[in-house]
């Protein structure tokens, strides 16, 4: 509740924190970032926001986009992670479906949780947050990082074993070990500090930088390279893993892997290209509303959640997600071989 009082005393500076969910938008092997125009794309993602997501997107795709999944009506962004499967100790998969987040309205399907913050909720207001620019995008986190200390140095990348859907300590930089009586929650923070020049990078991550700590701590200052100080973005994602605890592996291993094939969750990432029309998150960084205060044309324009969980994005790739797989969607098509050849970017 301080966020409160603050906003009281210091009107005018910037203060806003947006949090809001977005229901599922897609579910399908794309992935315009690091894969453009290859469909299907190497793995598996789950994708929130407008339904201009497509196998190429370039440009303004606020201009492109005729809806969008997430709460506030004006923000035709895409977020996705890589997807959470099961697998059963007869080497079957099975897609963990996503729940809706806490202190969100329901029934949001799907989806997941996305945060803008400033630095982060307590000391806001301190400095200019500058809105991402069209065309702007960057991932975080890398599919091939393949041990425990990378996955330690990628901080903010984490999963939390959920009791229940509030739950959000302690944050493990891999997946937990035993049956998580509520879930597994996986969060993905991006860095906020840009270079101030370029909308993208060969790598999609070094035109920004991380100053960020765990759990929405303060982040530290910006360097030199990267000065401008833009939204603080953050994902949460709920995965119903509950619903397997009766299928564990008598050997108690943990039976959860990632779209990628990655079964300690070391390579979790997010990608993120930007959306919102006009100067809607501009205006909504200049102000100081916070979460669901920022609706209703304070200052942001908002919608329900039937409007929300009505968009969707057109399936370009089709092939079964949802049965018992005897391989991850696109992991099979590649000889061993190959498969190491391939390099991903995120
Ligand atoms: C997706 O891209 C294809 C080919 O690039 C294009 O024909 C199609 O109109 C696009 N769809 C949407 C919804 O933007
Ligand atoms: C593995 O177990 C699941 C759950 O009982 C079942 O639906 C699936 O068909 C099994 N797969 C194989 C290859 O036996």
Redesign the pocket.
Known sequence: MKWLSLALVLPGLSEAALRFGCSTVSIQRLDPLVEPGRAPSSHLHQIVGG??F???MTGDISE?ATCTTCTFSEDFSNYWTAVMFFKHENGSYKRVPIMQNTALPAPINGGMTVYYTQQDFNSNGNQKITAFKPGFRMTVGSPTTDNLNAAKGHVGLRFVCLQNKGTRFPELPDFPKQPCRGGIMTVHHFPACWDGKNLDSPDHQSHMYATTKEAFQPAGPCPASHPVRMPQLAYETLWDTAQFANMWPKDGSNPFVLSYGDKNGYGTHADYVFGWKGDSLQKAMDSNCMFQACENGRPLKSQGVAAMNKCA??Q?VHEDIDGWLTELPGMSSMPMKQKKEVKFQA
Do not use: F, S
């Open positions: 339904d201009a497509n196998v190429t492109k994005a057109r370009q």
